[in-house]
């Protein structure tokens, strides 16, 4: 099994900053993809942003320019750094991991982390 483990979420006043980390753990063996979603009450869950093995990002419209996602393949770990927060990005964040694990035979694997709360007053 593949485990993802989030931090950096919390209470931030409109136009601060915040960075989301998630650190993925187990018997990996490649990762393709990172990205991370949201979810605000009483919508579904929407892609923020996602960079691949081969470093191409893609941004959500509503955060470009202020939302960068950066990876570190050393310890398995994507971030999100978020800029100019408005109160509309308030939000669950969840980060999504795909890729192989497995020592000796390998498996695909799609992991979702347990998700964490930014929250932007205005």
């Known amino acids: 099994q593949v485990q993802l483990t989030e931090s950096g979420g919390g209470l931030v006043q409109a136009g601060g900053s915040l960075r989301l980390s998630c650190a993925a753990s187990g018997s990996i063996s490649s990762i393709n993809y990172m990205g991370w979603y949201r979810q605000a009450p009483g919508k579904p869950r929407e892609l923020v942003a996602d960079?691949?093995?081969?470093?191409?990002?893609n941004y959500a419209d509503s955060v470009k320019g202020r939302f960068t996602i950066s990876r570190d393949n050393a310890k398995n770990t994507v971030y999100l750094r978020m800029n100019t927060l408005k109160p509309e990005d308030t939000a669950v964040y969840y980060c999504?991991?795909?890729?192989?694990?497995?020592?000796?035979?390998?498996?695909?694997?799609?992991?979702w982390g347990q998700g964490t709360q930014v929250t932007v007053s205005s």
């Open positions: 960079i691949t093995s081969g470093d191409s990002t």
């Open positions: 999504n991991v795909r890729g192989k694990r497995g020592v000796f035979y390998f498996f695909d694997f799609n992991s």
